[in-house]
């Protein structure tokens, strides 16, 4: 098998009239990171579940992302932060919702997959259970940038006003996520987010639910998604297209991309990223960009964030 590897930074882009050279640089130095993190440990032989968790951690860090370190503030102003992580080889999967500390959460996730039991663990439980594992652990104020700030300092007062909505894919929302595939052919998912900024407290998007915002299977596919959870929720987008490869014999591209398209005339506005048992990773977006990149077959990074050509 050909290892591959396809990261998203989300599909909360900034407007590219507002993106400026140095931003641009910044983004894609970011992505190609994170994507150098996960192919070391593909090319080296390691298994797709590692790449993925390399990959996410590294996004994870990165204030520019909304995940872990420059997640978005709730219209409390708190910090509820989902993760999930699945393996294609046996369908394990993990997942948290709605947590504030580990420095990662996707090694959150990673820590309820590798316990057994529980899925999805939320909330105060989930960071009991988490406090009893070696996960480094941070202070809220490690997560919070005033970027984030700003950003729910605008829509409360947006809200107050009650103007329209016309905030930027930027000030909306954003996600990151890794899909591989490792030499063995195995397939793993992870996808990590902040939610949506100004989000009511307690709400839970698609990235912590197995099945619609991430989602993995060695005989069909692997999905990361990011975008309007809600949608994402109610049409299992992960899972269904992973059921028109097998069910429909579909390809990886043509289920992907038509999952996409019919997402948006539900008012689903994102994308995802997807790999197969074999070929190159999938990208599809309906939105105006979404911060994505992939390792080609010989070994290139390629990065893009709105419809540009990859570079």
Known sequence: MTPTIAIHGGAGTIPPAELDPAA?????????????????????????????????????????????????FTSAGQ????????????????????????????LAARAVLDAGGPVLLAGAGAEAF????????????????????????????????????????ADRHGTVGAVARDANGDLAAGTSTGGMTAKPPGRIG??????????????????????TGEVFIRFTAAAEIAARIRHAGQSLAQAAGDMVAELRTHGGDGGLIAVGREGAPVLPFNSAGMYRGYVAADGTMLTAIHREKYK
């Open 24 to 72: 641009t640089a910044a983004h894609h130095a970011a992505l190609r990171t994170a994507l150098a993190a996960g192919w070391e440990i593909l090319r080296q032989g390691g298994p797709a579940m590692a790449a993925v968790t390399a990959a996410i951690m590294a996004l994870e860090d990165d204030p520019l992302f909304n995940a872990g370190r420059g997640a978005v």
């Open 79 to 106: 910090l509820e932060m989902d993760a999930a992580i699945m393996d294609g080889r046996t369908r394990a999967a993990g997942a948290v919702a709605g947590i504030c500390g580990p420095r990662h959460p996707i």
């Open 130 to 169: 988490l406090r009893a594992r070696n996960l480094e652990w941070m202070p809220a104020a490690y997560f919070e940038t005033e970027r984030r700030r700003a950003s729910l300092a605008r829509e409360l007062s947006r809200r107050a006003r009650n103007e329209p909505d016309t905030r930027s894919d």
């Open 206 to 227: 698609d990235t912590p639910v197995i099945g619609a915002g991430t989602f993995a299977d060695n005989a069909t596919c692997a999905i990361s998604t990011t975008g």
